[in-house]
Nanobody
Framework: QVQLVESGGGLVQPGGSLRLSCVAS????????MHWYRQTPGKERELVAF???????GYSDSVKGRFTISRDNAKNTVYLQMNSLKPEDTAVYYC?????????WGKGTLVTVSS
């Protein structure tokens, strides 16, 4: 059974940092492209960052230069380092693993940016 478990969310002040982690099990992690999405109430889920199995990365314009995605295949873990956080970064952040047409989701972790 495939599981993706996110952690690291919480309350942080504007300008602060958080690092999210997503631990995967039940799949061959190294061959999966990994993604971080986020969602706020009433809005569609938004792709924030991705890292392919080969190590290529991409970011949404809204987080480029502030967020960094990385992965540790030995630990079956993908990370999202979030710096210079803004109130508009407040959302539930979801981890996604994709291989061909098969996609798996975590349950999300809440990030709240507020003073």
């Amino acid at each position: 059974q495939v599981q993706l478990v996110e952690s690291g969310g919480g309350l942080v002040q504007p300008g602060g940092s958080l690092r999210l982690s997503c631990v995967a099990s039940g799949l061959i992690f190294s061959i999966h492209h990994m993604h971080w999405y986020r969602q706020t109430p009433g809005k569609e889920r938004e792709l924030v960052a991705f890292m392919t199995s080969g190590g290529s990365t991409g970011y949404s314009d809204s987080v480029k230069g502030r967020f960094t995605i990385s992965r540790d295949n030995a630990k079956n873990t993908v990370y999202l380092q979030m710096n210079s956080l803004k109130p508009e970064d407040t959302a539930v952040y979801y981890c996604n693993a994709k291989y061909n047409v098969i996609s798996y989701w975590g349950k999300g972790t809440l990030v709240t940016v507020s003073s």
